[in-house]
């Protein structure tokens, strides 16, 4: 099993911004897409966003114009920048490798209104 290990997450007030980290432990990384997830109490959990190898984006709906996903593959990590933050994006954000059902142990998103 891979090791993937987020991190940036916070308390925030409505319309600030956070940058969320994901390490992955693989030597193939590279070659990998990667997507951020996030799990809001009581709901399902949700895609946000994802790239691929050549960096290729999608993104949800709700984070269109908000949220960047990008990537670093020397440093094995992708990353999620998020402006103008809203109470609804609060919930843990996990990083994963698409195909796979392995997840990180998350970090805590907060946007307080």
């Known amino acids: 099993q891979v090791q993937l290990v987020e991190s940036g997450g916070g308390l925030v007030q409505a319309g600030g911004s956070l940058r969320l980290s994901c390490v992955a432990s693989t030597s193939i990384f590279s070659f990998l897409t990667m997507g951020w997830y996030r799990q809001a109490p009581g709901k399902q959990r949700e895609l946000v966003a994802r790239?691929?190898?050549?960096?290729?984006?999608y993104y949800a709906d709700s984070v269109k114009g908000r949220f960047t996903i990008s990537r670093d593959n020397p440093r094995n990590t992708v990353y999620l920048q998020m402006n103008s933050l809203k109470p609804e994006d609060t919930a843990v954000y996990y990083c994963?490798?698409?195909?796979?059902?392995?997840w990180g142990q998350g970090t805590q998103v907060t946007v307080s209104s």
């Open positions: 790239i691929t190898t050549s960096s290729s984006t």
């Open positions: 994963k490798i698409d195909r796979d059902d392995y």
